[in-house]
T-cell receptor
Framework: EDQVTQSPEALRLQEGESSSLNCSYT??????LFWYRQDPGKGPEFLFT???AGEEKEKERLKATLTKKESFLHITAPKPEDSATYLC???????????FGKGTKLSVKP | KAGVTQTPRYLIKTRGQQVTLSCSPI?????VSWYQQTPGQGLQFLFE???????NKGNFPGRFSGRQFSNSRSEMNVSTLELGDSALYLC?????????????FGPGTRLTVL
């Protein structure tokens, strides 16, 4: 069964304290690994798509990487405005849908 | 380019009523997927429409239904509302059917069932 597990559930960082979020997955046929950011009461905002192991993508303080079993979202020198829930999703669900993890709630304190 | 729009943004209904939610995709996007988001279950797939046809359906009861119009706008309907239907309902659109292309989400409709 296709599955996505994100860890940790919650992460508190001080401003400038770099860290990584983990997304572990099992899938019969990967058709993309997606990262989204979601602010309270809003829809998920697209960040990155990764398609093959070894691929990396960067955007400002965020960098996403992909292996055959995991994806990491690295946050370098975070700022309070990076506080949000970060969602990882698998493409290739049995119904052609995205399969989401439960998310990591990131809080960055000044 | 305008993003995905959803209306209404907030709804309050009582048990037993029905509700219709609307989603207008990004221009040029023909696939519309619907998701339910709750604190306990996270984001769960409801169904996907492409070219006015339902392509895929998640594991939700038949009270949840949808349709798509020729201009790619989509509606979802929930009949005989239950307390557990309280959730954020999100639609996501993409250019083609399937999930290899990036899906872009709307702001959601917050449904509260009393």
């Amino acid at each position: 069964e296709d599955q996505v597990t994100q860890s940790p559930e919650a992460l508190r960082l001080q401003e400038g304290e770099s860290s990584s979020l983990n997304c572990s997955y099992t899938v019969s046929g990967l058709r993309g690994l997606f990262w989204y950011r979601q602010d309270p009461g809003k829809g998920p905002e697209f960040l990155f798509t990764l398609y093959s192991a070894g691929e990396e993508k960067e955007k400002e303080r965020l960098k996403a990487t992909l292996t055959k079993k995991e994806s990491f979202l690295h946050i370098t020198a975070p700022k309070p405005e990076d506080s949000a829930t970060y969602l990882c999703a698998l493409g290739g669900g049995s119904q052609g849908n995205l399969i989401f993890g439960k998310g990591t709630k990131l809080s960055v304190k000044p | 380019k305008a993003g995905v729009t959803q209306t209404p943004r907030y709804l309050i209904k009582t048990r037993g009523q029905q509700v219709t939610l609307s989603c207008s995709p990004i221009s040029g996007h023909r696939s519309v997927s619907w998701y339910q988001q709750t604190p306990g279950q996270g984001l769960q797939f409801l169904f996907e429409y492409f070219s006015e046809t339902q392509r895929n359906k998640g594991n939700f009861p038949g009270r949840f239904s949808g349709r798509q119009f020729s201009n790619s706008r989509s509606e979802m309907n929930v009949s005989t509302l239950e307390l557990g239907d309280s959730a954020l309902y999100l639609c996501a659109t993409t250019t083609l059917a399937g999930s290899t292309d990036t899906q872009y989400f709307g702001p959601g409709t917050r449904l509260t069932v009393l």
